[in-house]
């Protein structure tokens, strides 16, 4: 459901406007290359999905810097992983596809192709209400202090 509907017009303008800071924020952190969507064959929890994934990065994607944000699932228990990866252009995504289909279900993962898909990366997943992310930036890349992103009804 959209719940931008049930918004009053300030809180729907105020709710672009954390989009569009979010946006611009995460996409000053590195330059994204790579967007992928990653479910797990079981109802993963929260924690359980933030352990698993963060463990596939250290080990199958080790160097390379990351984005992501936990949703729960749509159509049943548990959560899935959005994220966006940069210094990856040595791993081959059809091989990073097979070895999370083998050991955790169905992914998509598929190239950045303009500062546009970040922005409606952060705006479909990040910014959701109940929507949990995390970041990790190696070498160079280090984190700025994020925007004030809070909501009030003010």
């Known amino acids: 459901m959209n719940n931008a509907r049930n918004l009053e017009p300030e809180a729907r303008l105020r709710a672009a406007q954390v989009n569009i800071q979010m946006g611009d ?9 790579v967007i992928s969507h990653m479910t797990f064959e079981w109802e993963a929890s929260v924690w359980s999905a933030q352990r698993c994934y963060e463990k596939f990065m250290r080990i ?6 990351y984005f992501y944000a936990l949703e729960q699932n749509p159509g049943r228990d548990g959560f899935h992983v959005h994220a966006l990866w940069c210094d990856c252009k040595s791993k081959s995504r059809r091989t990073v596809w097979q070895t999370w289909f083998n050991r955790y279900g169905r992914a998509r993962i598929e190239p950045v192709n303009n500062c546009d898909d970040v922005a409606d990366y952060c705006a479909k ?4 209400e109940g929507a949990w992310w995390n970041v990790k930036l190696l070498g160079q890349r280090h984190p700025q202090n994020p925007p004030n992103l809070t909501l009030t009804s003010e």
């Open 60 to 65: 199958e994607m080790w160097g390379v810097s």
């Open 125 to 128: 997943y990040v910014t959701k």
């Open 25 to 33: 924020w995460v996409h000053s952190l590195a330059p994204w290359q």
